[in-house]
């Protein structure tokens, strides 16, 4: 563990202690279930006293990235993306700059993965496409069942792209953009222009047309982000 060499930034010390030990795991030096030294070493090791090096743990235990299990020390996590994006709501929550980043990923990777589906999608899966089109419309004036329908209308659009890699990145999406279906729920017009929205889409999809479907999900994600920027 000789990268553990002392850290001798004053400000910001235990931010800086979670960088370091940050920096260990993305450079593939502390893996998945490493046990990290004891306290006492790490705060040898580092040159930090005993509170901002807790500070520091607890912070990245909150991020799902240490597990402090209590008389058996510290222990790097499993690093799944479901777990480690669990506690990033709240940033959404208080940076709209963050919900563009949001929207951003999500047109790239959406629009990619409906083209995917106008491709490959079944007879039976248009059938079901088309009853998840019927939910979004059935839930228009009530946001909480909105948002139930709109979330399974855009994984049934995952599954049917049948990619497990891009499958797991928006397991990553749906925890993140929990935050911000939470704020344009409620916005007017925002779930009658969904349903429309939605609707092109199915077509698209029905007609196996990839270019299509791309575009009128990249529209669809548009028009959310320009309802929301309109709100602010």
């Given amino acids: 563990m000789n990268d553990f060499s002392p850290i001798h930034r004053k400000a910001a010390l235990a931010e800086e202690i979670a960088r370091r030990i940050l920096s260990l795991i993305t450079d593939k030096k502390l893996r998945p279930g490493d046990k990290l030294p004891s306290e006492r070493e790490l705060m040898v090791m580092l040159g930090v006293s005993r509170p901002s090096l807790r500070e520091a ?4 235990s909150m991020m799902r990235v240490i597990e402090m299990r209590q008389g058996d020390g510290n222990y ?3 690093l799944e993306p479901e777990s480690l994006v669990e ?3 709240f940033v959404y929550e208080l940076d709209d700059s963050t919900l563009h980043q949001l929207f951003e990923a999500r047109k790239v990777v959406e629009s990619g993965i409906a083209a995917l589906a106008a491709q490959r999608i079944s007879e039976e899966q248009i059938v079901e496409m088309e ?3 019927v939910k979004s419309g ?3 004036g009530d946001p909480q069942a909105f948002l139930q329908a709109d979330v399974e209308f855009h994984d049934l659009i995952t599954r049917i792209a049948a ?7 928006m397991t990553s999406i749906r925890q993140l953009s929990s935050a911000s279906r939470a704020r344009t729920g409620h916005l007017p017009g925002i779930t009658r222009q969904s349903v429309e929205d939605h609707r092109l889409i199915v077509e698209a999809l029905r007609h196996h047309d990839p270019k299509a479907a791309s575009e009128a999900m990249l529209a669809h994600l548009d028009n959310v ?7 602010k």
């Fill in 87 to 89: 506690h990033l709501n």
């Fill in 138 to 140: 059935d839930s228009v």
């Fill in 131 to 133: 009853a998840a089109l």
């Fill in 76 to 78: 790097v996590s499993s």
């Fill in 225 to 231: 982000e320009r309802r929301l920027n309109e709100a």
């Fill in 163 to 169: 990619n497990p890699i891009l499958s797991r990145v």
């Fill in 57 to 60: 743990l607890r912070a990245l």
